[in-house]
């Protein structure tokens, strides 16, 4: 089975543009969550999705959001792009949101 | 904000020798689970344990974990040059998984 898969690998905008990743889980994986892992504040939880809902949504302001379609693959947008938001954008899919099988990351610099 | 808090935050050890890090969490937890990151790359699971269990092995791991005490412990036997990397327990609970800061794991040749 073909792991999790994440585009682009590699990223770099500028402040005030927008970005969209991209995630598309494990066949057959319908729970979709997304971690931003940076230097200070580790990995932390963004959001998860399953069957194209969002169930649950970490501490981080409106400029981030998701959506996941009836495939399952998963986009993740941030608008405004600020400094803070260089990291490693991670994704991961799950069948019973136990055991998160993750991609390889995006890597966002933001100049 | 960080649920769990990994101790030591680094360890240096020769090959062959065992490794022990430490885990502590703060809220209830459905599971605790163990990760491995390759030099900033994805995660790698390694082994998952329930909160109704004490113990758990998978080949050179041996994972424990105190509920009363809101505490895990990773332990990695006949460590190899290739265990090296960062390693990260994580509670679940609610949908999603909240990482500790990680331990980095140093075994020399």
């Known amino acids: 089975k073909a792991g999790v898969t994440q585009t682009p690998r590699y990223l770099i905008k500028t402040r005030g543009q927008q970005v969209t990743l991209s995630c598309s889980p494990i066949s057959g994986h319908r729970s979709v969550s997304w971690y931003q892992q940076t230097p200070g504040q580790g990995l932390q939880f963004l959001f998860e999705?399953?069957?194209?809902?969002?169930?649950n949504k970490g501490n981080f302001p409106g400029r981030f959001s998701g959506r996941q379609f009836s495939n399952s693959r998963s986009e993740m947008n941030v608008s405004t792009l600020e400094l803070g938001d260089s990291a490693l954008y991670l994704c991961?899919?799950?069948?019973?949101?136990?055991?998160?099988?993750f991609g390889p990351g995006t890597r966002l610099l933001v100049l | 904000s960080q649920q769990g808090e990994e101790d030591p935050q680094a360890l240096s050890i020769q090959e062959g020798e065992n490794a022990t890090m430490n885990c502590s969490y703060k809220t209830s937890i459905n599971n605790l689970q163990w990760y491995r990151q390759n030099s900033g790359r994805g995660l790698v699971h390694l082994i998952l344990i329930r909160s109704n269990e004490r113990e758990k092995h998978s080949g050179r791991l041996r994972v424990t974990l105190d509920t009363s005490k809101k505490s895990s412990s990773l332990l990695i036997t006949a460590s190899r040059a290739a265990d090296t990397a960062s390693y990260f327990c994580?509670?679940?609970?609610?949908?999603?998984?909240?990482f500790g800061k990680g331990t980095l794991l140093t075994v020399n040749p």
């Open positions: 994580a509670t679940g609970l609610d949908y999603k998984l909240t």
């Open positions: 999705y399953f069957s194209e809902t969002q169930r």
């Open positions: 991961a899919s799950s069948i019973l949101q136990e055991t998160q099988y």
